[in-house]
């Protein structure tokens, strides 16, 4: 890790042959370790739990199942929630990611500040707005929240991937923010500037 987090990070080469596995295969894509994959390595059933929920939410397709939502949907969810939440890490990382996707090397930012006025259209705009009353207000979420949603053409299974990614990520912001985890270097210049070949 970059900076100092509060629980030492594990050596990857003590850690269980499947967790070591998946992290170098995400080392080999990204071409770096993002922290997070150290960092809950400390608890290996907990990283496994952690990271079977995460893959079926954020690509549902290794679950057995098709989503509504597109990938930079998706990480749009977590980038605005994440904001919301005031987490560091989570903002930054996925920020990168939702860049990549989208292709737009602004929206990251627009939709952490306030989603309302990003340069996104207005179905993207409606998901925020319901993921961002689940993050803040989920109490309150009532019938009138689904039938905005289903105006823009999201289904009942839509708000269902919309709120568990919201929720999921409200775990994340929450161990990342807790226990000091900081973005990796990288992670900043992702999507905003071409790739060096």
């Not at 400390?42 to 199942?65: I, N, S």
């Not at 053409?153 to 226990?179: H, K, P, Q, V, Y």
């Amino acid at each position: 890790m970059t900076d100092a987090t509060r629980y030492p990070l594990p050596d990857l080469n003590t850690l269980p042959d499947d967790l070591k596995a998946k992290i170098l295969e995400v080392q080999e894509k990204a071409g770096f370790v993002p922290n997070v994959f150290l960092a809950l390595a400390r608890r290996p059933a907990e990283w496994r739990a952690f990271f079977a929920y995460h893959d079926a939410l954020m690509t549902p397709e290794t679950a057995g199942r098709s989503s509504g939502l597109t990938k930079g949907e998706r990480e749009m969810i977590v980038t605005a929630t994440s904001a919301a939440n005031h987490c560091l890490y989570c903002v930054v990382a996925h920020g990168a990611i939702l860049r990549i996707y989208e292709k737009k090397p602004l929206v990251a930012d627009q939709v952490a500040v306030n989603h309302r006025k990003a340069d996104i259209p207005p179905r993207q705009r409606a998901m925020l707005d319901f993921a961002m009353k689940v993050c803040l207000a989920s109490h309150e979420i009532d019938d009138a929240d689904f039938e905005a949603l289903a105006a823009h053409g999201f289904n009942d299974e839509d708000a269902w991937d919309i709120a568990a990614i919201t929720a999921f990520f409200g775990l994340s912001n929450r161990m990342a923010s807790f226990s000091g985890m900081m973005p990796n270097p990288e992670f900043y210049l992702m999507g905003r500037v071409p790739k060096q070949k």
